[in-house]
């Protein structure tokens, strides 16, 4: 699917640029290397979106092999009165 009519940029494209950058892309970065909203503007929407989505699952498969943010750990036991 064509993301950006003006410079022809389809959205695998983007998608493998965003795959083989060790970094997280910005807009900048798709205007400066396939020319992404640098005529009319019409596919920054677009293109934002699909920025938007790709860290989203990058963010997901991160917390997956993660595991949990808060471990579970086992609740203290309640001081008994007698031991106070
Ligand atoms: S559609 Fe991308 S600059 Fe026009």
Redesign the pocket.
């Known amino acids: 699917m064509i ?5 022809a ?1 389809r959205e695998r494209e983007i998608l493998e640029l965003v795959e083989s950058s060790e970094r997280g892309l910005r807009m900048r970065d798709l205007r400066e290397r396939l ?10 929407r677009k293109a934002q979106c699909l920025l938007r989505q790709r860290a989203e699952s990058f963010a997901m498969a991160g917390t997956a092999l993660a595991g949990p943010t808060t471990p579970h750990e086992p609740l203290a036991p309640a001081a008994s009165p007698a031991a106070v």
């Open positions: 993301v950006c009519v003006c410079r940029v020319g992404v909203s640098s005529e009319c503007g019409k596919c920054a």
